[in-house]
């Protein structure tokens, strides 16, 4: 494990998950952490952690971080309103770009202020 300073992530249309976005229904986003993050193009995988908040709690709200092969790594649901949740996964990403997926689910509930944050990487 190589540790990094934590870096915000920047996905392909170029918004950068900082504490700003508000997702509502099932979305998609996806990564490229060697450019955003610096990670080598030799990593196996990285260490991420997300953080965000729903608007309302229930299991229809989620989140979860899939890997190279589209596989879910892990999912996390909104517990309680406005109640920030993280979660931490180890993610192996592409070697051309360090590419790892974000998705999101919710009918009513939206999640709010996510944060995705490279903090290292596997060789």
């Known amino acids: 494990f190589v540790p990094i300073t934590p870096t915000n992530m920047v996905d392909k249309s170029a918004r950068t998950w900082n504490g700003t976005l508000d997702l509502s229904a099932v979305t ?3 990564f490229d952490a060697n450019s955003t993050a610096s990670i080598p193009t030799d990593a196996k995988a990285i260490a991420i952690y997300v953080q965000g908040f729903w608007s309302a709690a229930g299991s229809s709200a989620w989140c979860s971080v899939h890997d190279i092969d589209a596989s879910e790594v892990m999912r996390m649901y909104g517990q309680a309103n406005n109640i920030p949740i993280t979660m931490f996964a180890i993610v192996r990403v592409s070697a ?10 919710g009918t009513t509930n939206y999640m709010q ?3 995705c944050r490279v ?4 060789i």
């Not at 903090?119 to 596997?122: A, E, F, L, Q």
């Open 119 to 122: 903090i290292g990487y596997y």
């Open 113 to 115: 202020d996510c944060l």
């Open 28 to 30: 998609d986003v996806d």
């Open 96 to 105: 051309a770009a360090g590419e790892f997926r974000l998705k999101f689910g």
